[in-house]
């Protein structure tokens, strides 16, 4: 009967927050759609209508069967439908810390984008950045032809909620032909005394034959709780290529729903990673489809969790057209009461022959209470395909441990050079030297200040040199 009740109370708080939004959006509707051409504000209507029917996900549905958010749900937030005004000095809030990272940074704080001189500029070589907001104004054709055309949102209210709210983000056009000469940084900030509810809405459009590397970093600056709906639009047309990486370092008290859209022509080429260092509830949502023969998508994950943190990562991959390729890995080591969700579902349609799709999760338990519950799907409708998927939860290997202890190192620091090892497959796919370097850095302290405890540490964070060699067999951990 107890449980009964907790349920009814949980289910009554969900609902008194999605009325609180429906009145929101009638209240400021004024406030809403005051930058929007026709086409936006019937998308937003549509959207809040849509956020009627379907409300916030439950377990009931399958894709969220592991990921509870009802205590989320029950918190008070506050939502700002215009810039929080105060003066801001967003270079002394955010320092990227990563050495001879030279890069564009564009940044949102608190959900609205932040600038110096202009909301939106335009490079030498033609490659346009700035405010969503202010490119939907100053290029709406632009805009409207890709705006919420891969964004679905049937069957999931979060999508729907950020079509009807979202007011700001990112915006990036790469034309035809160019090869972005500098790695863009989006930067995405929190840091309010309230409990913020923001959402964002990035829109990324990469031309025929171009190339874009692009950081996406989620960052807290205090330990308030806060929740953040994202929802991020990428189109890549034909020949294009893009370098895709979403860094998490969140407090534990976050919540963060990230959506990404990935719409591939013929011939590009995509590189993903999602890397999770730390945040109370993530969610990476990941779409992608090939819609042009020869196209070809690398998915990675990495995920490192702790005490009572959770981490959620979908992936859907669409073989829409023949003679594609994809290729998920997704790593997790989980310490504490920790918890995550890995559900890959790989869907080869009837005529797109000569697919070639493989999956893997692999995941290391440090204790017993942490959870993983896992599951690799293939849905496939052709015939000449190679497809495979697997998944594997397990502890530490006591062969491998055995066998680094053997060459004189203590089982503690033996048991943090499994884990770097172990996490070290995903570390090495990224191709930017300097960010490589940095996120083995951060992982390395990671593993060694909350993941492992050790009295001498044989990665030797704190030096400055950045290689090191390990005078043991690698192959045989």
Known sequence: MLIRVKKQESRIMEISLQ??????????????????????????????????????????????RDTDIKKVLSQDFSFYFEPIKEKIDIDKIFQCEVPAFDTNIISLYNGWYTYKDSPLFTLPNGTIIGSFARALKEFPDLVIRHYNKYAKAKTDGFKALNTAFAQDGIFIYVPDNVEAYKTIQMVNILNKEDNLFVQNRNLVIVGKNSKLSLVHCDDSHNHRSSFTNTVTEIFINEGASVDHYKLQNLNNNTTLINSTFFHQEANSNLSSFAITLNGGLVRNDAHIKLNGKGGNADIYGLYLVDREQHIDNQV????????????????????????AVFNGHVLVRKDSQQTNAYQTNRNILLTDKATVNTKPFLEIYADDVKCSHGATVGQLDDDALFYIKSRGISEHNAKLLLMYAFAAEVINKISIQPLKDRIDDLVKKRLRGELAICDQCVLHCKDQEKNINFEIDMSKV
């Open 316 to 339: 859907h991959i669409d073989h829409a057209e023949p003679n594609c390729t994809s290729n998920e890995l997704f790593k997790g080591i989980l310490d504490d009461h920790a918890s």
């Open 19 to 64: 009325n609180k939004i429906l009145k929101l959006f009638t209240e400021n509707k004024e406030k809403i759609f005051r930058n929007d051409p026709l086409e936006i504000m019937k998308l937003r209507k549509k959207a809040i209508s849509e956020f009627e029917r379907i409300g916030f996900p439950t377990t009931t549905i399958e894709t969220w």
